[in-house]
């Protein structure tokens, strides 16, 4: 096995026992990105010379003797919303191409702040505005089970990064999905943790619990200790609240022949492709054995669509009115549909919306009166074309806008649970499938141990074990047309900007 390919807790073990230097890591890490980033286009702007010098701190902190911190010497790639000093921060947008922020945000100075090497920033749709990762600045993201389909989104660069090993910590975040959607489609995990458990001052609406920052990994491990190394208190987020973030890495082993499973594939409400739902119930058989009860849940999710759609307008409203005055062209088109939706709605629509979301949330607390988790698919199709924006028909049903496909995941982000996309096994297209593990209120802990059994549990099943990209396939891929060919122009600025862009820059 590559250097590349061990999990990140074992590589931060090593890395504290001499066993390998945070240098080597690093220039495999690169060696890597180098070799397969051109076929997936995962990453946007990279600094490999500030991620060299990083690299060599961390080595002589480890012959010091220094204390390290929970991530010390392990290269990340930072999702292209985020702030980072020093290394061009785009959002995937025109109006972002020169951005270099002097300082980093919360979460990446948590992340540097454990150690962590800051080797890059990976793609994102246009404003993290969708579940398909293109952009008119750095192009589009392919997944790596086949690069000409999609990788889901909006934290498609961070799931085919994971998933093709080129860095062990990625970064994600969440509204109706974009960790859970593409971890699914790439066939990594994403976790969804409870609002405020990872606090993110970068929301303008610090009060709203529906965007959410979170861990990614190619196994729940990884994610549970980037989760520990970023959780916490921040008053910059009014949801966040006192935590021991180290209380995650130590996992409770869970008794699965004791577990009560709720299963759904459409919550009532979702549409759902006729193959997706056959491939559940196939997964459903093959795990069925292994709990106490396993049966299906009804929940009354009335109302849940035009809720999501007004709250998450909301943001939209709250981000976008200054570009959108000065010039609408200069927003994409599902940017641009996103604030005139929001700027429609008036007050009362507003009340009525979050009405409905405490409704819907309260009503589906009380599954966990019988139920320890409840599972469902994590996406109704399978990996489309990148070339096609969205699904626009979803289970023979014509979708109303760009985003009504995501709704398996939507519905329960208005229910605040947590809840990770786990890979098991694939689809009837041979493209990886995601298990969506939504846990108990605020039971971010408990969830991640059952995933972490579950997870355990596929390992040992041909039909649920996570699938690997074969990596040696894609360079003799043909992309057609090629990921970077819907770039409209180089990001203009300074030369250090330029050199940022690294391989992704046309």
């Not at 890597?32 to 051109?38: H, W």
């Not at 270099?100 to 090497?117: K, T, Y």
């Not at 929940?299 to 943001?315: G, N, Q």
């Not at 028909?393 to 809840?419: D, I, S």
């Amino acid at each position: 096995m590559d250097l590349v390919e061990l999990p990140a807790p074992e590589l931060r073990k090593m890395i504290g026992s001499k066993a390998i230097s945070p240098v080597e890591l690093t220039e495999a890490c690169i060696a890597r990105i180098e070799a397969l980033d051109p076929y997936v286009n995962a990453m946007a702007a990279t600094d490999f010379d500030a991620a060299r010098r990083a690299a060599r701190a961390a080595e002589d902190a480890v012959m010091r003797g220094t204390a390290l911190g929970l991530l010390h010497g392990l290269p990340a790639g930072i999702k292209d919303l985020e702030a980072t000093a020093g290394l061009l921060t785009t959002h995937g947008s025109p109006l972002y191409r020169d951005l270099v922020p002097a300082e980093d945000n919360l979460l990446v100075a948590r992340l540097r702040a454990a150690g962590a090497i800051v080797v890059g920033k990976t793609n994102v749709p246009e404003l993290g505005a969708g579940a398909n990762t293109r952009n008119p600045v750095w192009g589009a993201t392919g997944n790596p089970f086949d690069p000409n389909r999609n990788a889901g989104g909006s934290s498609g660069g961070s799931a085919a990064a994971l998933a093709c090993d080129m860095l062990p910590v990625c970064t994600g975040s969440d509204t109706g999905g974009s960790l859970r959607i593409p971890a699914a489609l790439c066939g990594v995990v994403g976790f969804r943790p409870s609002p405020g458990l990872v606090p993110s001052p970068r929301k303008l609406l610090g009060w709203t619990p529906i965007s959410v920052v979170g861990p990614m990994g190619r196994n729940v491990a990884e994610a549970r200790l980037q989760l520990a190394a970023t959780a916490g208190l921040d008053s910059g987020d009014p949801l966040s609240y006192a935590v021991d973030g180290r209380e995650f890495l130590a996992p409770r082993e869970i008794d699965l022949s004791r577990l009560r499973v709720g299963w759904t594939e459409d919550f009532g409400v979702c549409d759902v492709d006729d193959d997706i739902r056959r491939t559940f119930h196939r997964k459903l058989d093959a795990m069925r054995g292994m709990f106490a009860v396993c049966e299906p849940v009804e929940v009354d999710f009335t109302d849940a669509h035009r809720a999501f759609d007004v709250i998450r307008a909301e943001s939209f409203v709250a981000g976008l009115r200054a570009a959108y005055e000065r010039d609408p062209e200069s927003l994409g088109p599902n940017t641009r549909a996103n604030y005139e939706l929001g700027a429609a709605m008036t007050l009362a629509d507003s009340a009525s919306a979050h009405a409905a979301q405490t409704v819907i949330a309260r009503r589906f607390q009380r599954l966990y009166d019988r139920y320890d988790v409840i599972l469902a698919p994590t996406t109704p199709v399978a990996p489309f074309p990148w070339t096609q924006m969205f699904a626009s028909r979803v289970g023979g049903r014509a979708q109303e806008n760009y985003y009504r496909w995501l709704a398996l995941t939507y519905v329960t982000t208005l229910c605040t649970n947590p809840a990770a996309s786990l890979p098991c096994g694939t689809d009837e297209a041979g493209m990886p499938f995601g298990l969506q593990v939504i846990g108990p209120f605020r039971g971010d802990r408990r969830t991640l141990d059952i995933c972490e059994s579950l997870e355990t549990a596929f390992a040992r099943s041909v039909e649920l074990a996570r699938p690997r990209p074969d990596l040696h396939k894609l360079a003799s891929t043909v992309v057609e047309p090629p990921l970077r060919s819907i770039v409209v122009a180089a990001p203009a600025g300074s030369e250090r900007a330029i050199r940022n862009a690294g391989t992704s820059l046309v």
